[in-house]
């Protein structure tokens, strides 16, 4: 859970998912930043291992990967961006 | 009178929420026009004696079967001619399918309709979930052709571990009105709203 009293209006906090493992990036991430740099901080994140819940993973490849945003709610009352891989199916 | 949810799609997804479905103060139905197939039996909840069958009839019989679970099954392919008609009636659609285009035709569909609808998804790796409400849902295009897709049997249990929290989803919406989307790891479940 972020610290409120440093994620600022035009922040988010960044979720990852990664290899079936998901966790949060440390540091908020400006709101509007560009799908692309989210993938670039993701992937350098994740072959640090600086994504705590996912382990260090040097072939990380997030190209294909979908980016969510969800402003603030009064439930969750900060910015939310999700990076995930893509979800096409649910049955065949 | 019970609540009506419209299954729509009922594979590796699907067929484990009807499992989990049985309980439900709801008139359910089904719809899927695919044929259980050999394969199917390694990731999907259908048994050897629906093999050859339509997917939606052959787990109705088993559900009736197994559980004295009453359940509608509609044998045909939706489409843009037919939504409304299999989705219309009822309080609830749930979208377990595999492609964007018949994703997207759900979600035209409920939102003229005015339907609650939650959408189940699954990446092709069979690793990842998502379960979402319809106004936080996006459709992903399927991958490049020839990606892999979840047919064998590994992710067996990370199918079953979805469905059961859509199935949760859907209780809870039909108990309380509450919509609750969350994304799903073999290790993680993340609320999203």
């Not at chain 2, 979208?95 to 005015?114: E, Y």
């Amino acid at each position: 859970m972020p610290d409120l009293q440093v994620l600022h209006i035009h922040q988010a906090r960044l979720n990852i998912t990664w290899a079936g493992n998901n966790g949060d990036y440390p540091d908020p991430v400006p709101f509007d930043i560009s799908d692309g740099e989210i993938r670039n901080i993701a992937a350098e994140a994740i072959r640090t291992g600086y994504v705590p819940g996912i382990q260090a993973d040097v072939r990380v490849n997030l190209a294909d990967f979908v980016v969510d945003r969800f402003g603030a709610t009064a439930e969750v009352p900060w910015n939310r961006i999700f990076l995930r891989p893509k979800t096409p199916f649910g049955s065949r | 009178m019970a609540a009506g949810v419209v299954i729509v799609g009922v594979g590796a997804l699907g067929s484990h929420l009807v499992l989990w479905a049985r309980n439900w103060p709801a008139r359910i139905k089904i719809v899927d026009y695919d044929r259980v197939e050999q394969k199917n039996l390694l990731a999907q909840f259908h048994t050897r004696m629906g093999l050859g069958k339509n997917k939606a009839q052959a787990l109705q019989q088993a559900m009736q079967g197994m559980f004295g679970t009453r359940l509608e099954a509609v044998p045909h392919r939706l489409s843009e001619d037919n939504a409304e008609v299999l989705l219309g009636g009822g309080d609830l659609v749930v979208d377990c399918t595999d492609n964007a285009a018949t994703r997207r035709v759900i979600q035209v569909s409920v939102r003229r309709l005015g339907l609650p609808c939650v959408h189940g998804a699954l990446s092709a790796d069979g690793g990842f979930a998502r379960v979402v409400w319809d106004e936080l849902f996006v459709v992903d295009e399927e991958g490049s052709e020839g990606a892999a897709t979840c047919e064998n049997g590994e992710a067996l249990a990370f199918f079953a571990l979805a469905a059961a929290h859509l199935a949760g989803a859907v209780q809870r919406f039909l108990a309380t009105g509450e919509r609750r989307s969350c994304q799903i790891t073999p290790t993680t479940v993340t609320r999203i709203a």
